[in-house]
């Protein structure tokens, strides 16, 4: 596994059930824009992975990531990239979109 800690959806919202309530953490959605057009978050931030490199300065290196994409692959290189560059609070969404999907939104479409 990648050494970055995971949290399943539910864990995510048990967490920080309100995150938009000055808790400080990112949902950074790394999905590809017609990806997002398929379903979204509205909470996410959106960052194509091939577009992390060039806007780390987006993110703060001490708030609290949780970096998402379809099942959870691409968001577990992603969330190891930010570790290696300096972010101390990185988390990977185990499943993605789609576990979101099962778990906390029934309305968000699965592809």
Request: with cysteine.
């Amino acid at each position: 596994m990648s050494g970055v800690p995971e949290l399943t959806p539910t864990e995510f919202a048990q967490r920080w059930p309100a995150p938009t309530a000055g808790t400080g953490v990112v949902l950074l959605d790394v999905r590809e824009p017609v990806e997002l057009e398929m379903a979204s978050v509205q909470r996410a931030l959106h960052i194509p992975m091939r577009d992390v490199p060039s806007r780390l300065t987006e993110l703060d290196r001490e708030a609290p990531i949780v970096v998402m994409c379809h099942t959870g692959r691409r968001s577990s290189m992603v969330a190891q990239y930010l570790v290696g560059n300096g972010f101390s609070q990185v988390f990977n969404l185990r499943g993605g979109i789609d576990a979101w999907s099962t778990e906390i939104d029934p309305q968000v479409p699965r592809y």
